[in-house]
């Protein structure tokens, strides 16, 4: 069974950097498309970015187009989401997601927790 494990989360301030990752473990990571989301408190969950199991294709929101880069590494087994130009209102729990269609398998990782503040 996949597992997703999410970390590089913290408190950067306004205008600043962070690179989120999302390690896989267990079977199979990479035939996985994973996906970044993320829940701002009292809003609901929102996609930002996603990445095909070959890494060949990404597609990301309209929100963080430009500013967010998802990428995989197969050797490290890990997805990256790296985030410039941050803004206060990116602050939010972000999760990355698992999806193998052919398995019917989804998987969701824990969350890590991005703070943008001053």
């Known amino acids: 069974q996949l597992q997703l494990v999410e970390s590089g989360g913290g408190l950067v301030q306004p205008g600043g950097s962070l690179r989120l990752s999302c390690a896989g473990s267990?079977?199979?990571?990479?035939?996985?498309?994973i996906g970044w989301f993320r829940q701002a408190p009292g809003k609901e969950r929102e996609w930002l970015s996603c990445?095909?199991?070959?890494?060949?294709?990404?597609k990301s929101a309209d929100s963080v187009k430009g500013r967010f880069t998802i990428s995989r590494d197969y050797a490290e087994n890990t997805v990256y989401l790296q985030m410039n130009s941050l803004k206060p209102e990116d602050t939010a729990v972000y999760y990355c997601?698992?999806?193998?269609?052919?398995?019917?398998?989804?998987?969701w990782g824990q969350g890590t927790l991005v703070t943008v503040s001053s």
């Open positions: 267990g079977s199979a990571f990479e035939h996985y498309a």
């Open positions: 997601y698992g999806r193998r269609i052919v398995a019917n398998s989804e998987v």
């Open positions: 990445i095909s199991s070959s890494g060949g294709s990404t």
